[in-house]
């Protein structure tokens, strides 16, 4: 169990009347329907689709979390359309929690999911807390992921050094005050891997009180160069992902 109480749970619902948000999507998944809901740019950048993953799913976390929120803002601002999900019995996506090994498996669907829709586009996948973990462990397992992002790993709640290091570019970002995942434990753990994460450290504690923009700030400045060289294509509503 996370060492957490109720003013740590994550704020599920707090998001999920936002305007912003795009069109509602229900994907086949092994436990059952994911619910999903997908946010485009109006120009999107040639060739790229994010998928992101939320936090702990016992502990209030579903698609609508801030920080997956403004992850999925931040990709839809360097013009790459996102795709958020509840895992398997989250919201309206059928099944029960099953520890990151039954989550991995949802992961895997949507992602094929999204390659049926976008065939040729390479993926970003992002995650915060739990769905870091997620996204670690689906990483070496699609062939189209091109980029890792992970906000605040859970690597002292969670056994990472079970699995292979990523292969593709991977940018870690996590909060210097975290209460639960200490950034200590975050920077022993990179220090034994074999490959080095893109670092992104904010004065942040694990839920990013006061931190959103500058997570944003910090993510658009990283990735602006790199996505400004993958050219730009039409309306993303021209080429639903449904």
């Known amino acids: 169990m996370l060492p957490i109480d109720r003013s740590h749970?994550?704020?599920?619902?707090?998001?999920?009347?936002l305007e912003c948000v795009g069109q509602r999507v229900i994907i086949p998944g092994p436990a059952g329907p994911l619910e999903g809901i997908t946010d485009c740019p109006d120009k999107e950048t040639r060739g790229a689709v994010a998928v992101i993953l939320h936090p702990h799913p016992l502990y209030g976390g579903t698609l609508h979390n801030k920080v997956v929120h403004y992850l999925s803002r931040t990709c839809n601002?360097?013009?790459?359309?996102?795709?958020?999900?509840?895992?398997?019995?989250?919201?309206?996506?059928?099944?029960?929690?099953?520890?990151?090994?039954?989550?991995?498996e949802d992961c895997l669907a949507v992602l094929d999911w999204v390659q049926e829709r976008r065939p040729g586009f390479d993926i970003w996948l992002a995650g915060f807390s739990f769905g870091a973990y997620v996204a670690y462990r689906s990483v070496h397992r699609h062939p189209r992921i091109s980029r890792l992002l992970?906000?605040?790993?859970?690597?002292?709640?969670?056994?990472?050094?079970v699995?292979?290091?990523?292969?593709?570019?991977?940018?870690l970002i996590q909060g210097e005050l975290d209460e639960l995942v200490p950034a200590v434990s975050v920077e022993n753990w990179v220090d034994t891997l074999p490959v080095q994460p893109r670092k992104i450290l904010l004065p942040a504690d694990h839920f990013f009180h006061g931190q959103l923009n500058a997570l944003q700030a910090a993510l658009l400045e990283s990735l602006s160069e790199e996505v400004s060289e993958m050219g730009v294509s039409g309306p993303c509503r021209e080429s639903s992902f449904s």
């Not at 992970?150 to 050094?161: R, S, W, Y």
């Open 163 to 171: 699995l292979p290091a990523p292969s593709c570019p991977w940018t």
């Open 77 to 104: 601002q360097l013009g790459i359309p996102s795709l958020r999900f509840n895992f398997r019995g989250v919201g309206e996506s059928g099944g029960v929690y099953d520890d990151g090994r039954g989550e991995t």
């Open 9 to 17: 749970l994550y704020d599920g619902g707090e998001l999920a009347s």
């Open 150 to 161: 992970t906000v605040a790993p859970p690597v002292n709640l969670f056994d990472f050094t």
